[in-house]
């Protein structure tokens, strides 16, 4: 595990795709499309780095998705004015509400992680951790 922190820019290149944002790998701590591990499985670097860590996320993924219907309710109200489809736009936006955060769930963990890690960077105390749950993990495995 190398002790330099990528750029930020390649940070959240990385998260955008699901990769783990610190080392780029893809046995990231997504487990499931809802569901986490605890860490990098190939860093090792933990998600949830301090007390609150999932508001973060939350946030985000509240605010992306306010944003989204935003922009669909504006678009679809330009679209159909001056007659509005009450029925149809309700719809749509009710679906937009329900879909659109599960679909964004695992981006805004990983969009998060590393907007924390280019904010606060991991000390040698998170790192020696991090390779020490490596070791662990492949002693266990072995």
């Not at 701590?29 to 860490?39: C, S």
């Not at 904010?119 to 105390?125: E, F, I, Q, R, S």
Request: charged residues 15%; positive net charge; aromatic residues 10%.
């Amino acid at each position: 595990m190398s002790t330099g922190l990528p750029s930020t820019a390649t940070m959240f290149r990385r998260a955008v795709v699901l990769k783990c944002p610190h080392c780029g790998g893809r046995k990231t701590f997504i487990k499931h499309w809802l569901a986490r591990h605890d860490r990098c499985r190939t860093c090792g670097i933990r998600w949830h780095r301090e007390h609150g860590f999932e508001l973060g996320p939350t946030a985000l993924n509240v605010v992306m998705t306010f944003f989204t219907l935003g922009v669909g309710m504006v678009v679809a109200f330009v679209a159909t004015a001056p007659d509005f489809k009450v029925v149809p736009l309700t719809l749509g936006v009710v679906g937009g509400a329900v879909l659109v955060p599960l679909i964004l769930y695992p981006f805004t963990y990983t969009l998060w992680l590393a907007f924390d890690l280019a904010t606060h960077k991991p000390d040698a105390h998170e790192l020696a951790e991090a390779a020490a749950s490596l070791g662990s993990r492949s002693e266990v495995a072995g």
